[in-house]
């Protein structure tokens, strides 16, 4: 089975496509990072990709306006909904300290579900959307960032990056859940 996935390696979205797998007993499996919700759903309709997984709404950020736009704009079956509980946290290059930090780059929907914290502790700072919240730390630690920047990502993320943790669990909801859902083609396509 190839599972097609809104981000890459790091991201929530791999985490959530390896539940999906591990709930249903799926062993035989591999993953396309193909990084948007509209990705996702027009490899499923080439018949690239056999199952999408990719986020819906999150208790704190609300809907993830991306996946609603694929899916007004792509045929296909919900198979699964699920829910993933997210720990956001504070990534930084190895020797920068929070002090350092000039701007803050994540995926709008990690921003939103840590809203409060970056009003108490970067309230003057830059916050800036990236398309996913692997692909800014990969992008941090491939130097295409500044060192003054940190990113919001997953304690997977740091460890396959190479990053260090500044916070850990940095989002605003103390259970802070994100429904994914898992979609196939329909069957008379």
């Not at 999150?58 to 736009?69: C, F, H, T």
């Not at 780059?105 to 003057?124: N, T, V």
């Not at 940190?150 to 989002?171: C, M, P, R, T």
Request: proline fraction near 1%; glycine fraction near 4%.
């Amino acid at each position: 089975m190839i599972i097609g996935i809104q981000g890459i390696e790091g991201s929530f979205s791999e985490e959530a496509a390896k539940s999906y797998c591990k709930k249903f007993n799926i062993e035989n499996f591999s993953i396309e990072y193909l990084v948007s919700s509209m990705n996702v759903l027009d490899h499923l309709s080439k018949k690239s990709i056999d199952t999408g997984v990719f986020a819906m709404e999150n208790a704190q950020g609300g809907v993830v306006i991306e996946s609603v736009e694929a899916l007004a704009r792509n045929n296909c079956e919900i198979i699964d909904m699920f829910y993933v509980e997210i720990s956001q946290n504070l990534l930084a290059k190895p020797g920068i300290s929070l002090g350092d930090i000039e701007e803050i780059h994540s995926h709008e929907q990690a921003l939103k579900q840590c809203k409060d914290y970056l009003a108490e502790k970067f309230w003057s700072k830059k916050l800036v959307e990236q398309a996913d919240t692997a692909k800014a730390a990969q992008d941090l630690s491939e130097n295409k960032l500044d060192n003054n920047v940190a990113v919001i990502a997953s304690k997977f993320s740091a460890k396959k990056y190479g990053l260090q943790i500044l916070e850990n669990d940095i989002h605003d909801l103390k259970r802070n859940l994100t429904l994914f859902l898992a979609v196939k083609r329909i069957s008379n396509e």
